[in-house]
C-alpha cells in the first residue's frame, strides 16, 4: 500500500542552526514529490517540488531537498533556520492509481526554531 | 496570484444540525479538493471533484457529501453533524491533476457541540 512517512512529530532546533525534516514513502509505481509548509492559523503552501530530472530541488526560503529513488526518501533540508521558518512541514506524494491521481499526505513535522 | 478562500474561519454548531463549508477559487482549476486536518494525522481527503457536477470519494467520505454545480466553488456538506466532526477543514484545488500543487484555503475549524 502506498504511503508517506514523517517519522518526526517535532523537530526543535536553535536559530541559525541547519535543520533536515525527514520524509519516506512506500509506492510501487513513479511518484511526484512535494514538501508544503503551515504557517499558525493559515492554509498549507508550496515549498518544493520533484517532478523529474535533477535530484536536489530548491525552493522558497532557501529549502532544498534531495531525491533518493533508491531510499525512496524526500528528506528537506535548510542550511540555516530563522525564527520566522517555526511552523509545521507536510511531506505529500502523488500517483496514479486506479485511474486517476492519489495525492497522499505525510502526518507532519512541526518544526520550533529556538532563540 | 491564485487564491482559495473559505466562507468561515470558524464555525460553532450543534449536533444534528445541516453543516454547509463553501470553497471558491479565482484560478479556474478543474480539480478541487476537501480535506479534514486533524493533529496527530496530518491531512486525510473526503472529496475531490475534477469538474463541474463531477466527485470521488477519498479516504474518509462517510458522514460528509459535497456539491460542485459551478467550476469555481466545491461545497463540503455534514448531513448531521456529529461531535466527531470537530476538526479543521481545508479546501485547495489545482490545475492538472498528479504534477501540479494544489493551491489550499486558509480553512475552517468547525467545533461540534
Known amino acids: 500500500a502506498q504511503s508517506v512517512t514523517q517519522l518526526d512529530s517535532q523537530v526543535p532546533v536553535f536559530e541559525e542552526a541547519p535543520v533536515e525534516l525527514r520524509c519516506n514513502y512506500s509506492s510501487s509505481v513513479s511518484v511526484y514529490l512535494f514538501w508544503y509548509v503551515q504557517y499558525p492559523n493559515q492554509g498549507l503552501q508550496l515549498l518544493l517540488k520533484y517532478l523529474s530530472g535533477s535530484t536536489l530541488v530548491k525552493g522558497i526560503n532557501g529549502f532544498e531537498a534531495e531525491f533518493n529513488k533508491s531510499q525512496t526518501s524526500f528528506h528537506l533540508r535548510k542550511p540555516s533556520v530563522h525564527i520566522s521558518d517555526t511552523a509545521e512541514y507536510f511531506c505529500?506524494?502523488?500517483?496514479?492509481?486506479?485511474?486517476?491521481?492519489?495525492?497522499?499526505f505525510g502526518t507532519g513535522t512541526r518544526l520550533k526554531v529556538l532563540a | 496570484d491564485v487564491k482559495v478562500t473559505q466562507s468561515s474561519r470558524y464555525l460553532v454548531k450543534r449536533t444534528g444540525e445541516k453543516v454547509f463549508l463553501e470553497c471558491v477559487q479565482d484560478?479556474?482549476?478543474?480539480?478541487m479538493f476537501w480535506y479534514r486536518q486533524d493533529p496527530g494525522l496530518g491531512l486525510r481527503l473526503i472529496y475531490f471533484?475534477?469538474?463541474?457536477?463531477?466527485?470521488e470519494k477519498g479516504d474518509i467520505p462517510e458522514g460528509y457529501s459535497v456539491s460542485r454545480e459551478k467550476k469555481e466553488r466545491f461545497s463540503l456538506i455534514l448531513e448531521s453533524a456529529s461531535t466527531n466532526q470537530t476538526s479543521m477543514y481545508l479546501c485547495?484545488?489545482?490545475?492538472?491533476?498528479?504534477?501540479?500543487?494544489?493551491?489550499f484555503g486558509p480553512g475552517t475549524r468547525l467545533t461540534v457541540l
Open positions: 471533484s475534477y469538474d463541474v457536477k463531477m466527485k
Open positions: 484560478m479556474d482549476h478543474e480539480n
Open positions: 505529500a506524494v502523488a500517483l496514479w492509481a486506479s485511474g486517476t491521481y492519489k495525492y497522499i
Open positions: 485547495a484545488s489545482s490545475f492538472l491533476p498528479g504534477i501540479n500543487e494544489q493551491f
